[in-house]
């Protein structure tokens, strides 16, 4: 039986990828049981944040699927209007949550609402889908 993923794991090969990236200001990460956004952090060169929501594997498809659902719904409810400074907001997810999370976020709401999903496999690769890939991706399961 495979391992599940857990959102510490999650959570830790993020801020990883996040510093290998250039976002690693101001770096602030939030516990399991802490309210707000699990990790929020500074680009390193501009004046940009980055809010993380992260979630770790369910043990069954249908799991992963609310697991994504309640990930969504915690990032939009910590989104901000107004004010200069531009946020990007991502969900960091384990591989299956991810991929029901590319068929499910249309592509033009990622783009709108600066949306990143952060997909984490077992060997702690982080795969970002931005709206191009969402793009792409769902452009390709509508020609199959």
Do not use: C
């Not at 250039?22 to 707000?36: F, M, S």
């Not at 990930?71 to 969900?91: A, D």
Request: aromatic content about 10%.
């Amino acid at each position: 039986m495979k391992k599940l993923i857990s959102e510490k794991f999650v959570k830790q090969s993020i801020i990883k990828w996040l510093f290998r990236s250039g976002w690693g200001r101001n770096l602030e990460v939030g516990e399991l049981r802490d309210q707000g956004v699990d990790i929020r952090v500074k680009n390193n060169k501009v004046s940009r944040f980055f809010l993380i929501e992260t979630k770790g594997e369910g043990k069954t498809r249908q799991v992963s699927e609310s697991t994504f659902v309640h990930s969504l719904g915690q990032i939009i409810t910590r989104m901000k209007t107004g004010g200069t400074t531009r946020y990007y907001y991502g969900l960091g997810l384990p591989e299956l949550s991810a991929k029901i999370a590319l068929r499910r976020i249309p592509w033009q709401i990622a783009k709108k609402l600066y949306l990143i999903i952060l997909s984490v496999n077992q060997r702690e690769d982080v795969i970002e889908y931005d709206w191009t890939s969402l793009k792409k991706f769902q452009n390709k399961k509508l020609k199959n």
